[in-house]
């Protein structure tokens, strides 16, 4: 076991290859919710977007978009039901609700560049390590 100052604590930021870094900035603030944020870097093909949580999202222009292979990141809600219902009314295609084992329910969507994106309910077997 890692002692405790040197192990992993949280995430601070993801990444997400999109070929038009301004068409993505709309759809993750429009559809997902995320507010965009300073970069804090000199570099013109990347925007900075920011959950409740501190937890980042990086968009960063790249013509070979989307990420590959074909990583994904999930994001909690409170109310998945709700969250799916909302995706569909604007016509965002999301699977059905998947619910694991224990009790967290699940669901994928796209993004425009064809990024996987997991919505799901916080994990039913909490902390473990």
């Not at 970069?39 to 920011?50: A, D, I, P, R």
């Not at 409170?78 to 224990?102: F, P, S």
Request: proline share 5%; hydrophobic share 40%; charged share 25%.
């Amino acid at each position: 076991m890692l002692e405790d100052h040197i192990r992993l604590k949280n995430i601070n930021h993801i990444t997400y290859n999109v070929k038009d870094k301004e068409a993505a900035l709309k759809w993750y603030q429009d559809i997902l919710g995320l507010k965009q944020i300073p970069k804090m870097v000199n570099s013109e093909h990347l925007y900075w977007l920011q959950l409740p949580s501190g937890a980042m999202v990086h968009i960063i222009e790249n013509p070979d978009a989307p990420s590959a292979p074909s990583h994904h990141t999930a994001f909690e809600v409170d109310d998945l039901e709700a969250a799916r219902d909302h995706l569909m009314a604007k016509g965002i295609e999301v699977t059905e609700i998947q619910t694991r084992n224990d009790g967290q329910k699940a669901m994928y969507l796209q993004d425009p560049d064809g990024n996987r994106i997991e919505l799901c309910t916080k994990s039913g077997f909490g902390v473990l390590v």
